[in-house]
């Protein structure tokens, strides 16, 4: 029997009947896979990544093979040209000094720089940390870090039901202190009142993963201390980011080494990661205001037609919000067989919060906010992007009835 080499199953199978005595063709399961991979799939967890953009892959392809920026040679002065062009395109485009740029690793890296790293430049080991509960894990956890490990004094900021920072119930702070906020939550989209936060006083981190890309972002007209970025979120590659770090803002650096970046990220810099960094950005920034438009038409319709079919579902995202974010709650529903159950139809998207070894438990999100936790549980995030098309939105539709009738029935766990 011949076997497909890459998934080891036969081409085809056959059936003996003891009926008939005949043996019939039916399809294996290769052709089963085959039949089901070419199914067309839709993407909508924009949020989670975004595909590559053709800018990224070109620019990449070309620095590729780029050496070491710190070579006092030709090649090493060409890869450090390519890092410092890239450095100074992000740097135009989000209103900050060249020389204020970190590339790092990611969100979470620039995320833990930013807050452990201002803290620590507080040099007041009890000084507090702001912070709100609606944050990223990579800014929570470094909170918690600081608590656990420097002996920080961790506040709650106050969350309203919208999903916003509430500072007209913030506690008064006192003595030194970092705070940190959100741009934009990554589960409900809700933009937060970053100005205000920074207009606090306090060396202020903001992590700005999710709306880079789809607001306007003026490092210095916001004047925050630091401002954490990721490049997969608007169509760069995965494993690079930047920290945008003022120069007088005080940051300890948590890598030590040769003392590239500014000091504040040692290690031979990623060039072809920059540059993807900068391709993706600039793509993303040249038609923002059009491409947000086509996202929030895209969504609107996307949330009348669920809510069209399904009427007891609930919109937990609140305006003013990220154009391509729809996060829904499905009361009597787990959120794991509904994103399951989208995902058996061809549909990716997310329930918004990671499951922490194998446990599902609701969104600390939607816990901040209120949310019941049945509500909670029954969460499901549509988040679009550059690729997404009216067929994703009607792919969606012609299943959604369905589907949660199905996870409804599955009951929850
Ligand atoms: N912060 C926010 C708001 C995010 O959404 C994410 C990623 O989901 C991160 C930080 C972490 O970014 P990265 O995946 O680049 O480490």
């Known amino acids: ?79 450090r040209q390519a890092l410092e062009e890239a450095r100074e395109t992000v740097a135009g485009i989000l209103g900050c000094e060249p020389i204020e740029v970190i590339f790092t690793s990611g969100g979470t890296e620039s995320d833990n720089l930013g807050i452990q790293g201002l803290f620590l430049g507080l040099g007041a ?27 920080a004094k961790l506040l709650d900021m106050p969350v309203g039901s919208d999903g916003r920072v509430d500072l007209a119930e913030m506690p008064s702070i006192d003595g030194p202190a970092v705070v940190t906020c959100m741009w934009a939550n990554n589960e409900t989209g809700a933009i937060q009142p970053v100005q205000d936060v920074v207009d606090l006083g306090f060396p202020t981190h903001i992590d700005a993963v999710q709306a880079v890309g789809h607001v306007d972002i003026n490092f210095h007209g916001l004047g925050a201390s630091t401002l954490a970025l990721s490049a997969h979120k608007f169509g760069g590659p995965r494993g690079v980011g930047a920290l945008l770090a003022r120069r007088d803002a005080k940051v300890i650096s948590q890598v030590n080494g040769g003392g590239q970046e500014r000091g504040l990220r040692s290690g031979t810099p990623d060039v072809a990661a920059a540059v993807g960094l900068a391709a993706a950005l600039t793509a993303t920034v040249a038609d923002m205001a059009a491409e947000n438009e086509r996202l929030s038409t895209l969504r ?14 609930v919109k937990h995202t609140n305006d003013p919000a990220l154009p391509g974010h ?51 549980r029954g969460a499901v995030r549509f988040s679009l992007g550059h690729t997404t098309t009216e067929a994703d939105v009607d792919a969606v539709l012609a299943v959604v009835g369905d589907t949660v009738a199905r996870a409804k029935a599955a009951g929850m766990a």
């Open 1 to 79: 029997m011949i076997c497909d080499p890459a998934t080891n199953l036969t081409p085809m199978s056959t059936t003996f009947s003891a009926a008939t005595g005949q043996r019939s063709a039916k399809p294996s399961a290769l052709e089963a896979l085959r039949a089901k991979a070419q199914k067309p799939r839709h993407y909508l967890d924009h949020a989670a990544t975004s595909p590559l953009r053709s800018e990224t892959r070109e620019a990449m392809v070309e620095a590729l093979e780029l050496g070491n920026p710190g070579g006092q040679y030709a090649s090493g002065r060409k890869a």
């Open 125 to 151: 080991p009890g000084a507090t940390i702001a912070v709100p509960p609606i944050e990223h894990d990579a800014v929570l956890k470094s909170a918690a870090f600081c608590r656990d490990r420097l002996g």
């Open 326 to 376: 729809l996060h829904l709650g499905v009361p009597g529903a787990e959120g794991d067989s509904l994103i399951m159950l989208f995902d058996a139809a061809g549909i990716e998207c997310s329930t918004g919060s990671a499951c922490n070894a194998g446990v599902n438990r609701p969104s600390h999100v939607l816990l901040s906010m209120g949310v019941p936790e049945d509500v909670a």
């Open 300 to 313: 609107n319709r996307l949330w009348e037609g669920v809510h069209g079919q399904v009427r007891d579902v």
